[in-house]
């Protein structure tokens, strides 16, 4: 079956350092994938998404771009903010019925 | 616009009682509606979904059932609450056809403790 797999965390870094959060995926078809984020006591906000294969996603300084042939969908920012400490979610959509399949989520914190 | 509500925002419930978890979509109509749990430090995990009033799809066998008795309204419920319900429960929406692509929409959280 369809399944995301994240590298776990927590994932620490300095404020201003290079940001990967690794994201793989198992489907059949053609899913569209995504990533939401997480702030302490809140839900889910999209932050991007890419629907076909070579899409790249983009959002706040955070990309991810859609790699079929490695059935990848990595994070990354160039410049991480202290703002930007959250749980990050990789998805996949899950075909005609729409349901949403997650990842375990990988907690971000950035220290100033 | 379209907005999504979930309430209560906090609830402490003793072992053994109801639940009632609600939750309303305005701006759109016939949304997919999800119920979503996650528990202290791990992911999210599917509990319902329903593609139309009175259509509820379990994922997972559990304490918990889901009503939707109208478009724009979903709720989640128990009749006698364990302590493994404690969680953060999510409520999201999602275009039903269309343009969709599987995107969904949460709304703010209800964060049930059992005691």
């Known amino acids: 079956g369809n399944s995301v797999t994240q590298m776990e965390g927590p994932v620490t870094l300095s404020e201003e350092a290079f940001l990967t959060i690794n994201c793989t995926y198992t489907a059949t078809g053609y899913p569209s994938l995504f990533w939401y984020v997480q702030y302490p006591g809140e839900g889910l906000q999209l932050l991007l998404k890419a629907t076909k294969a070579d899409d790249k996603g983009s959002n706040k300084g955070f990309e991810a771009t859609y790699r079929k042939e490695t059935t990848s969908f990595h994070l990354e920012k160039g410049s991480v903010q202290v703002s930007d400490s959250a749980v990050y979610f990789c998805?996949?959509?899950?075909?005609?019925?729409?349901?949403?399949?997650f990842g375990s989520g990988t907690r971000l914190l950035v220290r100033p | 616009s379209q907005t999504i509500h979930q309430w209560p925002a906090t609830l402490v419930q003793p072992v053994g009682s109801p639940l009632s978890l609600e939750c309303t979509v305005e701006g759109t109509s016939n949304p997919n509606l999800y119920w979503y749990r996650q528990a202290a430090g791990r992911g999210l995990q599917l509990l319902f979904y329903s593609v139309g009033i009175g259509q509820i799809s379990s994922e997972v066998p559990q304490n918990l059932s889901a009503s939707r008795p109208q478009d724009r309204q979903f709720i989640l419920s128990s009749k006698k609450l364990l302590l493994s319900d404690s969680g953060f429960y999510l409520c999201?929406?999602?275009?039903?056809?269309?343009?969709?692509?599987?995107?969904?929409?949460f709304g703010e959280g209800s964060r049930l403790t059992v005691l």
């Open positions: 998805a996949l959509s899950s075909g005609s019925s729409y349901k949403l399949i």
């Open positions: 999201a929406w999602s275009v039903l056809w269309g343009e969709a692509t599987g995107e969904l929409f």
